[in-house]
């Protein structure tokens, strides 16, 4: 069952490991060298607060100790526009980290009408006065103290739990304002704490927020303002361990509470992995992923999130839920599962997942395919679903975003680069007559072994060529994945100059992906228009999934807000436009984002009075106070 | 609702926003306006070129589904379902060619230079078309007055270097030699009348219409009200084609569709004389090359000027926002034919209306209009007998011009001659129906085309008749805007009630009768009782307040007028609501009611009984059949083959005396369904 298992092999594969993690997550941070062994260790949170000594943790209880309070991601990394008006990216995690992006600024100021000249700077430290007191429980804090387990009334730590990465919600904090914030933190370490943290709650009627990696945007981690009862976000940061590793069965069981990045790390060093990496990948969490049903960049090899679980084990008000085996498929009914997945922190906490592993493929390789226009490369992903060879990423980006990506690209050294790209240029546009403003790309990874991969690749490069596509190399597909990664310092960048933005999707039957996609920019564009938005903003597209029967569709939206007296509302606005055109084109509300507070008004069209029923009688039946009262969904 | 409370507008040919086509053509060069280099502003898609536009309609999903339905419901293999389909197409389709357009233009400019004085647009709408073309699928949707406009707006497109559009024809123009092909390769594609249930032909037919707005190529023109309007009254709009155009943007397959509502007048009709005949029964000639060689004749005439009005451009998307669920079609794909739901229905059939009210709104309203609408205020003996001093006749004229003003009407009427020569010159125009003579004007009687027989007193009062109905045509042209204050005035006359609810019941009840007779926006009644108050109240003819509506003594001549101006109307119904009371068969066809009808009306004129001629006109007739089948005092009945229908006479007399205001219009609501 443990870990670190059999000799030799373990360095080679951490050396695999390593490759590979430079390879697609160069921008991940690196493990801290030496041994961050997997620990199939008891709950240690009796007596000792303690952490295990050596260990390091990617993320700490007090995750403002690395973490932006009021943007994205790591403080140590962000965007700025040096002296000479050169947007740099700074810290030393990422790829891009120290390298000047000499394209970004014409881009910017070109999309968005924006200049340099006109900042907006964010708050700069968070004013605890600023914030609430807290509205304890004096019975439950005593109560929770005598068990030991860690909580904090911190503002600071208060107000980091009081939200996810919803524009509103970020832009809120840079102006200093806070709404409602849970009254108390606290971080169990392992199944167990959070039985006794929830019977607590349960017995002195405390409302619980489950916090995990709180990327969610869906306004999900909102405290809600009419809540009255005294709020405890249930922080799970610290139940990180993968318990053990199943090489029989190929599955793993771990703690719901790490994040995406360490789970990968530790199960690379054993020579697996699960193959689940979301765009949040380095800060959500195993259990946030299945409490919205996530879905993985990679899903095309590894599966969604609901392919990927094989048990959970959720804390409810009426007792834990578990299945009694591992059978890897069974007919028992409506599988119990489906009403954890998607459940939104409604219904309890998830603890503890039983997920599948896989060995760590032995080779990897990106691509990109031009297409002359954006029909022509849908026309193409078809085609390749049709067939069945997806690779294990296959992502088509229009022509918006193409440029978007191409203002990404870092200073080139040599002349001898520039000189090629140039060549590659002048063959796309000019010798093969492809409009610069009509041309979109889609970026590929292909995953396996060498020989096959090639083969694949083959495969997928014949397809495209029969819809007019023209390989387009390696670099250009992993600029394109970078994008998805810094696209959230990105906006924190625009934010300091006027421009506010956020992405969405949705899944959508093939024969309207295009017209989706051509409906809900145009919606978009013409909203902002009528709503007193000076510039034409950014509104682009990506298919980032394929399925048989369907696409998913990744819409990112940016405007310049200069001129605007409440610009937050307008943004809502035309993303409420936005996602009643999605719905009226045949779209989803979610497909991996999830409902949350922001997209309930639409549930009930969604899933029918009757299925609105099912879900509040399981809720009722369990959690009849309401004592998981985040409000998300219903 | 947009557009239809227009400040009120008086056209002078010396505006600045008018500009007159032929003007530049009577200075330049033919050739060198025919070859000039032509870029219009891009559409947003590329050109498709015809035979693409047919492959792609026969490769559709929907075709496919169809033609499978119906290769089963026939019993004949796949392949001939497709092979008939494919001749349908071609029989159907356009061949728009530049080369084409070019002789088009040479050959319009001459004919129009010999037909009219100046054919007046209005740049600002067609600024804003230009804006228009280049965002989405552009639906032009003239009015149909004259053979005349079929060509006119393709020609002033191509004249102002913007996209020439595809445009819906009848077959029979096809049917022409020669010059069916070149109205092909013009741009035109050929529609068959009676389509009934050819299951096939519907599909060919609609997915053609739903590609060539999904392509997004060429602007889309075809005419709302489905046909040439006889009597130059806007007609009731024919959904089918509607639907097809607008389908697309139901099902998420365009962002948008831009209506243009287009509205084309004229001082003086080409086919005048022969409108006012067909209507009174004589066949229409067959549409022929022969026919238009022959009818070069009058080329000769001088017809005035022609007026285009380029309407401000509606978005279907906006309009239809909160009347249209469109997550409806989410659920199949959307090439399986599906019936439109009742919201998709209403909202078709509101949209159609609207764009036909916006046409008339458009619509140029010129001096002779205005005099025929006081030539008809005399009773016709006397127009026809000692005339009518000119002097009256241009008094009134005058003081209904303001009138006409004041109820928001566009009007032609130079600034830069005095009103009398106004006048004088356009009763010159129409020197055919009038004459004037030693200070007094008559009414002249059309010369009888067939002299076989002796003429007897029926032969008379169809000549009469065909007078009138010239005249009565030309008062249409202008009656859309008198039409709201006078069904008010007359629920002020009927009724004798002062309280507006009251007021409004009337004025919904003369709706609902005449909903085939004049265009009314549905769900509008309450809004268009308020415009008419609004107006009444503006030219001083009632004071209003929350519960009454007051005449004073100063009103009453211009109650008296419009109310005058709607009595052909009401007298021609309760003509025909009385036939079917008292003479006619409980059971008749359509063919068998339009003579008996004129042979009774003829009867009642020649006894002195009825005073109006209109009731002769067989569209006034068929207008009271729909508006009594609406009412449903009459059924059509299911099993018949030839369109017979069945009366309830209890009904239809009901109808006729809640008409004459003997009982109010409550009882007719009440009244249990007339099918039972």
């Not at chain 1, 260790?41 to 009796?46: F, I, L, R, T, Y």
């Not at chain 2, 009808?597 to 009642?604: C, E």
Request: one cysteine or more; hydrophobic letters at 40%; charged letters at 25%.
């Amino acid at each position: 069952m443990a870990s670190n298992s059999s000799g030799g092999g373990s360095s080679d594969r951490q050396r695999i490991a390593r490759q590979r993690l430079s390879r697609i997550a160069g921008h991940l941070q690196r493990p801290a060298d030496g041994s961050s062994a997997i620990v199939a260790a008891e709950c240690k949170a009796h007596g000792s607060q303690a952490d295990v000594p050596g260990e390091e943790k990617t993320v700490p209880r007090r995750r403002q100790e690395i973490m932006k309070w009021n943007g994205w991601g790591y403080s140590d990394s962000r965007f700025f526009f040096n002296k000479k008006g050169q947007a740099e990216f700074t810290g030393r995690r990422y790829r891009l980290s120290g390298l000047i992006i000499p394209g970004l600024k014409d881009w910017f100021e070109s999309t968005f009408g924006a200049s340099l000249q006109h900042k907006t700077p964010a708050t700069p430290i968070l004013n605890s006065s600023a914030v609430q007191p807290p509205t304890l429980n004096e019975a439950f804090v005593e109560e929770l103290k005598s068990t030991g387990i860690p909580l904090s009334h911190d503002a600071e730590d208060r107000v980091f739990r009081a939200h996810g990465h919803c524009l509103h919600e970020i832009f809120a904090l840079r102006e200093g304002k806070f709404g409602r914030v849970p009254d108390m933190v606290v971080w169990p370490n392992c199944h167990n704490d959070v039985v006794k943290i929830v019977e607590l709650a349960c017995k002195h009627n405390v409302c619980l927020i489950p916090y995990g990696g709180g990327t969610s945007v869906s306004s999900a981690l909102e405290c809600p303002p009419e809540e009255t009862r005294s709020i405890v976000s249930l922080d799970t940061s610290q139940m990180n361990r993968i318990l053990w590793i199943d090489e029989k069965n190929l599955t793993a069981h771990v703690e719901a509470g790490i994040v995406g990045q360490d789970l990968e790390r530790l199960l690379n060093e054993s020579g697996y992995c699960t193959g689940h990496e979301p765009d949040s990948m380095e800060f959500s969490s195993l259990g946030g992923w299945v409490a919205t049903r996530a879905s993985g960049m990679k899903k095309n090899v590894y599966g969604n999130i609901e392919d990927l679980v094989v048990h959970v084990k959720m804390v409810t008000p009426q007792g834990v839920i578990e299945k009694s085996c591992q059978g890897p498929r069974m007919s028992t009914g409506p599988d119990v599962h489906h009403f954890i997945m998607g459940s939104e922190g409604t219904l309890g906490v998830v603890t503890e997942v039983t997920m599948k592993i896989r060995p760590m493929p032995e080779y990897q390789k990106y691509g990109s395919v031009v297409f002359p226009n954006f029909e022509q490369g849908v026309a193409c992903l078809r085609e390749v679903a049709r067939q069945r060879c997806a690779p294990a990423s296959i992502r088509l980006m229009d022509n918006e975003q193409f440029k978007f990506g191409h203002a990404l690209k870092p200073q080139v050294s040599s002349i001898f680069t520039s000189f090629l790209d140039g060549l590659k240029k002048f063959y796309i546009t000019k010798f093969k007559g492809f409009d610069p403003n009509r041309l979109c790309v889609a970026t590929l990874l292909f995953e396996g072994d060498r020989e096959k991969v090639l083969q694949h690749e083959k495969q997928v490069y014949d397809i495209a060529a029969k819809f007019g596509g023209l390989a387009a190399g390696e670099d250009n597909g992993q600029r394109g994945y970078m994008l998805t990664f810094v696209i959230a310092y990105l906006r924190d960048l625009g934010m300091d100059y006027y421009v506010i933005g956020e992405s969405f999707e949705t899944s959508v039957p093939w024969d309207r992906v295009l017209d989706i996609c051509r409906n809900v920019k145009a919606r978009i564009i013409r909203e902002c228009k009528d709503k007193g938005v000076q510039f034409s903003p950014l509104s682009t597209c990506r298919v980032t999934q394929t399925y048989d029967a369907g696409a998913c569709v990744y819409f990112y939206f940016a405007f310049n807000y200069r001129g605007l007296s409440d610009p937050v509302h307008v943004y809502e606005q035309v993303e409420h436009a936005a996602r009643e055109e999605i719905l009226a084109n045949g779209g989803s509300l979610s497909h991996h984002h999830g409902v949350g507070k922001l997209r309930k008004e639409w549930m009930r069209d969604t899933i029918s009075k009757v299925g609105m029923g099912m879900l509040k009688s399981v809720k009722d039946y369990v959690d009849p106070n309401n004592i998981f009262g985040n409000r998300n969904l219903l | 609702m947009s557009g239809s409370f227009r400040d009120p507008v008086v056209l002078r040919s010396d505006d600045e926003d008018l500009v007159d086509v032929l003007e530049e053509r009577r200075h330049g060069s033919d050739l060198g306006f025919t070859f000039r280099t032509f870029s219009p502003p891009s559409c947003p898609a590329p050109s498709v070129s015809s035979s693409d536009l047919r492959q792609s309609v026969l490769d559709s999903l929907f075709l496919r589904h169809v033609a499978k339905e119906v290769a089963v419901e026939t019993g004949s293999p796949l392949e001939m379902v497709m092979g008939d389909a494919r001749s349908i197409l071609e029989e159907m389709s356009q061949n728009l060619q530049l080369g084409f357009i070019r002789l088009m233009a040479f050959t319009l400019t001459k004919v129009f230079k010999k037909l009219f004085r100046s054919i007046f647009i209005n740049m600002d709408g067609l600024n804003t078309l230009q804006q228009a073309v280049q965002e989405n699928p552009v639906v032009l949707m003239p009015n149909h007055r004259s053979y005349v406009d079929f060509l006119i707006i393709s020609y002033i497109l191509f004249a102002f270097d913007l996209p020439v559009p595809v445009i819906a024809a009848g077959i029979p123009l096809a049917g022409m030699k020669i010059v069916g092909e070149i109205l092909r390769r013009s741009g035109a594609f050929f529609i068959r009348r009676s389509i009934g249930s050819d299951k096939l032909y519907w599909a060919v037919l609609s997915e053609y219409v739903r590609t060539i707005i999904r392509k997004e190529f060429a602007p889309f023109e075809f005419y709302v009200e489905g046909l040439r309007s006889r009597t130059l009254k806007s007609l009731t709009p024919k959904l089918g084609m509607m639907h097809m155009v607008l389908e697309p943007f139901f099902k998420g397959e365009v962002f948008d569709i831009t209506l243009v509502p287009i509205s084309v007048s004229y001082d003086r009709v080409l086919e005048e004389s022969l409108l006012a005949h067909e209507l009174l029964g004589v066949p229409k000639p067959r549409e022929s090359t022969a026919g238009l060689l022959k009818a070069t004749r009058i080329l000769q005439e001088d017809f005035g000027s022609m007026f285009v009005n380029f309407g401000c451009p509606l978005s279907v998307r906006s309009l239809c926002e909160g009347r249209i669920d469109r997550c409806r079609f989410n659920l199949r794909p959307r090439h399986v034919p599906q019936q439109p739901s009742a919201d998709v229905q209403a909202c078709v059939s509101w949209l159609a209306h609207l764009v036909v009210r916006l046409q008339e709104e458009g619509s140029v309203i010129g001096p002779w209009s205005l005099m025929c609408c006081q030539l008809l205020q005399n009773p016709v003996h006397v127009l026809t007998g000692d005339g009518l001093d000119w002097q009256q006749l241009s008094d009134g004229t005058v003081w209904s011009r303001r009138l006409a003003v004041d109820c928001g009407a566009r009007l032609s009427w130079s600034g830069s001659v005095s009103d009398p020569d106004v006048m004088t010159s356009a009763a010159a125009l129409h020197r055919s129906v009038v004459q004037r003579r030693r200070g007094r004007v008559y009414l002249l009687q059309g010369e009888e085309p067939e002299r076989r027989r002796p003429i007897g007193s029926e032969d008379g009062v169809m000549r009469t008749a065909a007078a009138v109905l010239m005249l009565a045509s030309y008062r249409n042209q202008a009656l859309h805007v008198f039409v709201r204050p006078a069904m008010l005035a007359a629920a002020l006359n009927v009724t004798r009630s002062r309280r507006r609810e009251q007021l409004l019941g009337f004025f919904c009840f003369l709706q609902d009768v005449f909903s085939h007779e004049f265009i009314f926006v549905p769900g509008r009644s309450t809004q268009d009782f308020e415009e008419a108050c609004f107006y009444l109240k503006k030219c001083g003819a009632v004071n209003i307040d929350d519960q009454e509506v007051t005449v004073p003594d100063s009103g009453l001549e211009v109650l008296s007028f419009l109310q005058k101006l709607l009595q052909p109307f009401i007298d021609s119904y309760q003509v025909v609501f009385r036939f079917f009371c008292e003479d006619g068969p409980q059971v008749f066809s359509e063919k068998q009611l339009l003579p008996a009808v004129r042979q009774f009306a003829t009867k009642l004129i020649l006894s002195g009984e009825l005073h109006t001629y209109e009731a002769l006109s067989s569209d006034t007739q068929k207008n009271v059949l729909s508006a009594l089948r609406r009412l449903q005092a009459v059924t059509k009945l299911r099993a018949s083959e030839q369109n017979e229908y069945k009366v309830n006479r209890e009904a239809v007399r009901r109808t006729a005396d809640v008409l004459a205001g003997k009982i109010p219009p409550q009882m007719l609501q009440a009244t249990p369904d007339a099918r039972l």
